[in-house]
């Protein structure tokens, strides 16, 4: 028999914290003052790598590579949650469901690949000093870049077009935040067997395997720090690495839990908690994790202060 692809759904309705009204407006706010510290903070570090040419090294480009993900990702989420926490019954249509999730793993799929370049970047900095300008020449952080933003656009491509070639009989009520994947495979009205299949698959490959890379770069990081003569430099580069990968394991963990079973037995509310991890802690923290910590940073972002200032007195 010819699998139905017509859908009698139009439009999604999510639902959001719609369990707890009482506390819509409070998380709201909280939601609120995280977006925009979030476009922030990551503006600040985009701009002041752009500004300073003596930022413009392998290191620094991909955190100014990861602000820019990290600001699409959020913008891509946040508004529209914003709006659900704002209104009784908020309503999507079904182009801009698939418009969100499209960009969702576009964002989060590169992401996923550009951790785990940093993560090699420096690996090869503190591991292989003396051969580290070839292991990361400007080719080489090139073709990382573009592989982390082609493998992104790959990811979202094939799962949104799937996701969305299943037919939506009713009901469109998607229990969550946002259109994530699966939420909205929850509503399929078809065999979705092989696309689980393909998720898990997927999601080893994606989100598993650079995680234990950049677990095992900072693995040979470590052994790299304890031969350091330095007390003082151990300290600061186990406090450096043990942010980092307290950041990648928030990122990678609830990612992989969330997308390695879309129809997992989780309730509603952990499935939304777990979503939010990386959603919005991440894009927060990562601009605190791998900036404030380094001094050329804090150095360049001063410098852009300053030039703020400068600015505003002559327009003044």
Known sequence: MRRQNQSSVIEFILLGFSNFPELQEQIFGVFLVIYLVTLMGNALIIAAILLDQTLHFPMYLFLQNLSVVEVSFSAAIMPEMLVVLTTERTTISFVGCFAQMYFILLFG???????????????????????????????????LVMLSWVSGIMVATVQTTWVFSFP???????????????????????????????????????????????????????????????TTGRQKAFSTCASHVTSVTLFYGTASMTYLQPKSSYSP?????????????????????YSLRNNEMKRALVKLWRRAVVVHSLIC
């Open 269 to 289: 509310a952990t499935k939304k908690l777990m979503s939010l991890a990386y959603t919005l802690l991440t894009p927060l923290l990562n601009p605190l994790i």
């Open 109 to 143: 799929g590169t992401e996923c690949f550009l951790l785990g370049a940093m993560a090699y970047d420096r690996f090869a900095a503190i591991c292989h000093p003396l051969t580290y300008p070839m292991m990361m020449s400007k080719s080489v952080f090139v073709k």
């Open 168 to 230: 939506f009989c009713g009901p469109n009520e998607v229990n969550h935040l946002f259109c994530e994947t699966p939420p909205v495979l929850e509503l399929v009205c078809a065999d979705t067997f092989l696309f689980e299949i393909y998720a898990f698959t997927g999601t080893i490959l994606i989100v598993l395997v650079p995680f234990l890379l950049i677990l095992l770069s900072y693995l040979r990081i470590l052994f790299a720090i304890l031969k350091m003569p330095s």
